[in-house]
């Protein structure tokens, strides 16, 4: 069995979040893989307890390296074959310690993403953990290459593309919205990644045009962020045609999706893009910055469009082209439900990880 441990941070709805819930769900109950939150200092408690053990929530060095050692045969052979970490662990100073007492057992990490992409201070303490890895997955082919740069084997990395519903690729995507007001859309929890607040800026300059947008995400992640956004917006003509709802579902972000006119994401580096997935996959164009793995999602000027980060003149010709031209948004919506069917479903993305991990660890 294969336990996949990600932080308290992973209860949140980001993109990594979904991806482990989704994999979990299909590989779980199958017996092959066990997914549980636990903070870092708890760890070798999650894992002694997956295996059978008996380690303690306060369990030292040596406690914690007992119920590894332990796992082979624990169960009935229910023991842990390999550990599985979210790189969310990397964001928490604390991590390496425990990382350092984890043994008897293959390691891997499932990088979402790698905070020393945009923060070169994490790079230390990131190195070290995955010079001590056995394995990687990656959700795109521009994560693996940042590993291979750093020296690991191409043989560890498994790029394992997150899924999108089937439903969803099934379903007819609307020809085109309805009359009303056409539909801004944004899914991202406020941070400093997103820079939605950036966002008001190219949205001021095409405020002669009819439109309204809509932000779903958690506004608690970052605080300081949420509430720069609403200074920022506080001060702007468009400040009635913004609606922020919050965290919310995942099937009303769905609904949502499909009501899409055009879907914004002026994000500072994505590793993939799991919203982007889901908005092509709704047959919503799409804009956003050509950053991190970006390109492997969004075709650019065939499904929307890839801009320059900071760019505020293309970001306002871009949305307002879009809204401005019928002809184009029904072009762009209609690549959109072609190459929706090369994304694929979580289902897939289960077995490609399943075929991996069997590949890599020699485990089943």
Do not use: C
Request: proline share 5%.
């Amino acid at each position: 069995m294969h336990l996949l441990l990600a932080p308290p941070a992973a209860k949140a709805r980001t993109g990594g979040a979904v991806y482990n819930r989704r994999v979990a769900a299909i590989l779980e109950p199958e017996g092959f893989l066990r997914y549980r939150i636990a903070d870092s200092a708890d760890i070798p408690r999650a894992i002694g307890e997956a295996a059978g053990g008996t380690a303690g929530a306060g369990a030292g060095a040596g406690a914690g390296d007992a119920a590894v050692a332990g796992t082979g045969d624990a169960g009935g052979g229910s023991g842990v074959e390999s550990l599985i970490l979210d790189g969310l662990y990397l964001d928490d100073p604390g991590f390496p310690a425990v990382f350092e007492r984890i043994s008897g057992v293959q390691v891997g990490l499932l990088l979402h993403f790698m905070p020393s992409i945009i923060d070169a201070a994490a790079r230390e303490l990131e190195d070290a953990v995955i010079g001590g890895s056995s394995y990687f997955v990656v959700p795109s082919r521009y994560a693996a290459a940042e590993l291979e740069r750093r020296g690991v084997d191409p043989d560890r990395i498994g790029v394992v593309k997150p899924g999108v519903d089937e439903q969803k690729l099934a379903r007819p995507t609307p020809e085109l919205f309805d009359t009303g007001t056409p539909r801004l859309l944004t899914v991202a929890n406020f941070s400093s990644v997103k820079e939605l607040d950036w966002l008001i800026g190219p949205l001021e300059q095409v405020a002669d045009v009819e439109w309204r947008w809509e932000i779903l995400g958690d506004t608690k992640t970052d605080p300081e962020s949420y509430t720069r956004f609403r200074r920022r917006l506080a001060g702007s003509a468009i400040v009635d045609r913004v609606q922020v709802h919050g965290s919310v579902a995942e099937e009303e972000v769905q609904q949502i999706l499909q009501r899409g006119t055009i879907f914004l994401l002026p994000t500072r580096f994505e590793t993939y893009g799991v919203a982007l997935a889901e908005a092509l996959a709704s047959g919503v164009p799409i804009v956003t910055n050509r950053v991190g793995g970006v390109d492997e999602v969004v075709r650019h000027g065939e499904v929307g469009y890839l801009l320059e980060r900071g760019d505020e003149a293309a970001w306002a010709q871009s949305i307002r082209s879009l809204l401005e031209d019928s002809d184009l948004l029904g072009a762009f919506r209609g690549n959109a439900r072609f190459y929706r069917l090369e994304l694929p479903t979580w289902k897939i993305t289960a077995r490609r990880l399943e075929n991996f991990l069997r590949r890599v660890t020699g485990a089943g």
